[in-house]
């Protein structure tokens, strides 16, 4: 057995001479698992509400979305978008229109985004997995059927169990003036079939109808807002995306789902980065037990010290068993504190012990968790990276006043 590693761990868990000594060391070991523990059930509570976003939004978004970059609208029965249809991986194609509009039902008003898609939006998408009300129908029987958001149903005190339909207001494309402002919109009337609640953003803001409709009341014939696109290996993403850019060349954006919403991807990336950081600087102030405990042990160890070097240990012997009395104290710390938290985010996931203050307002009643092993990698480096420098400081220091002196 390695020397030093073998007297180590003798001074790291036999009694010491003073037992404040021994308390100490208990101390560092625990303030370096709470900092541990913490790390990793924050990491995991942050990845499982990234994961939870991300399903949200794979229910809405599709997996490319391709848009005009200048103008709003653009025809997509051409050569180009042929070859794209003809992809292979390609699983399904939809054509999206999608304009502002004012929403009317009863007496009450509210603005919202009309989204006119295909009869094929439901296979590319698992919309229809989140509604919470009615089915998810467009057409039935010539008659033209919306399922709106949780939240536009809310504001217009829409209910599927009433007859009365909803009013879609949409003002024309026209260069024309009328004096009589009636001539001047176009208007429709659609049945509310379903209403899906996947988050606020889209459940306050869309109303999905046929596109042969949101088409009549914009006068466009064959024109898109966007083609949306689900492909078979979701894995092959970059790939499909890559081709379907060589094909249309740069006069259109062709975006994955984590570049449709970018900027909020970032914020979580950052938020989390954020508070890894601020538990990482609790960690350093926690570190600081480990100084302590290993000041005093040498200053308590000056006669061990003295018989060692008369069995011929040298200074860098005597030197590197403190040192790795250091480190053993923040690997413990490290095991202990990663064990206690895997087994909080198991207890969470499996029981969801800890619920969230939302009074029912949110798709989840507690707070998800995800572990990932690179994040129990990540916490692990740096919990001993921490544990090392703590260790090295006093070591290098004070050992030299009370080894080299003799």
């Known amino acids: 057995m390695n020397f030093p590693f073998y007297i180590a761990k003798r001074y790291l868990f036999s009694k010491k001479s003073k037992n404040i000594i021994n308390i100490i060391s208990g101390v560092s070991i625990m303030g370096v698992a709470v900092g541990t523990m913490a790390l990793v059930v924050v990491l995991s509570v942050f990845n499982g509400f990234e994961d939870l976003i991300k399903s949200l939004f794979n229910s809405f978004d599709p997996d490319i979305k391709i848009t005009i970059k200048e103008g709003k609208t653009f025809t997509a029965d051409n050569e180009y978008f042929n070859k794209i249809k003809n992809l292979d991986g390609l699983a399904f194609y939809t054509e999206v229109v999608e304009e502002n509009t004012l929403l009317k039902y009863g007496d009450r008003y509210h603005p919202a985004i009309i989204k006119g898609v295909s009869d094929n939006f439901v296979m590319m998408t698992g919309i229809d997995s989140m509604l919470v009300e009615g089915k998810f129908i467009l ?9 709106i958001g949780q939240g536009v149903a809310f504001f217009l005190g829409v209910r599927l169990n009433f007859v009365e339909p909803i009013q879609i207001y949409i003002p024309k494309r026209t260069k024309n003036v009328s004096l009589n402002p ?14 899906f609640s996947i988050q606020q953003d889209f459940d306050s803001k869309f109303i999905i109808v046929p596109i042969n409709l949101a088409r009549e009341l914009l006068n466009y014939t064959n024109e898109v807002s966007a083609v949306e696109i689900k492909i078979k290996e979701p894995e092959n993403v970059d ?55 290993l000041t005093m042990l040498i200053i308590d160890k000056q006669e061990d010290m003295e018989i060692l070097k008369s069995m011929g240990a040298n200074f860098n012997t005597i030197r590197k068993i403190f040192l790795l009395e250091g480190w053993m104290i923040s ?74 002196l003799y």
């Open 182 to 195: 009636e001539n001047a919109i176009s208007r429709k009337y659609v049945f509310p079939s379903g209403i």
């Open 331 to 404: 690997f413990i710390g490290a095991i202990v504190g990663i064990i206690i938290g895997v087994i909080i985010c198991w207890i969470q996931k499996e029981f969801g012990l800890v619920p969230l203050d939302t009074s029912g307002s949110f798709i989840i009643s507690d707070y998800p968790v995800e572990m990932k092993v690179f994040d129990f990698v990540l916490v692990f480096i740096t919990v001993v990276g921490i544990g090392f420098i703590a260790a090295w400081y006093p070591v290098r220091y004070i050992t030299r006043k009370f080894v080299q």
């Open 239 to 293: 790939i499909l995306q890559s081709q379907i850019k060589q094909i249309l060349g740069n006069d259109f954006n062709v975006k994955n789902r984590y570049e449709q919403h970018e900027l909020l991807y970032k914020v979580m990336k950052s938020e989390k980065w954020a508070i890894y950081l601020i538990l990482t600087f609790i960690l350093i102030i926690a570190a600081f037990n480990i100084i302590g405990s």
């Open 139 to 147: 057409e039935q029987k010539d008659i033209n059927y919306a399922v």
